[in-house]
């Protein structure tokens, strides 16, 4: 299970953190994914990555602005939302699973509610 905290409403240029904790699995082996979905939109994109393997990615659009953490210890990462713009308001997912593939490709066998995230101009 995944449980996420975080989000709200801010304006243009403010921050936020998201965090995303597991219970019943240790995150030190899975990968795990923050994905957005905009307004009206079904789709949810992928915005940042912590690997098993050792690595992050984030995606251009929030290069600069976004960081993705974890501490082993709590189980938990987290998003650093910093400079946030109009355009990153939607709901905010994390995605675990142990194959790193499936989580870049939106298919994590497990996902957290999902969090609110607005920004106003």
């Known amino acids: 299970q995944l449980v996420q905290s975080g989000g709200g409403s801010v304006q243009a240029g403010g921050s936020l953190r998201l965090s995303c904790t597991a219970s019943?699995?240790?995150?030190?082996?899975?990968?795990i994914g923050w994905f957005r979905q905009a307004p009206a939109k079904k789709a949810r994109v992928g915005v940042s990555?912590?690997?098993?393997?050792?690595?992050?990615v984030l995606e251009d659009s929030v290069k600069g602005r976004f960081a993705i953490s974890s501490i082993i210890a709590e189980n938990t990462v987290y998003l650093q939302k910093n400079s946030l713009k109009p355009e990153d308001t939607g709901v905010y997912f994390c995605?675990?699973?142990?194959?790193?593939?499936?989580?870049?490709?939106?298919?994590?066998?497990?996902w957290g509610p999902g969090t609110q995230v607005t920004v106003s101009s």
């Open positions: 995605a675990a699973d142990r194959r790193q593939t499936l989580v870049q490709q939106g298919l994590a066998d497990s």
């Open positions: 019943g699995f240790s995150f030190d082996v899975f990968s």
């Open positions: 990555y912590d690997m098993s393997a050792g690595f992050t």
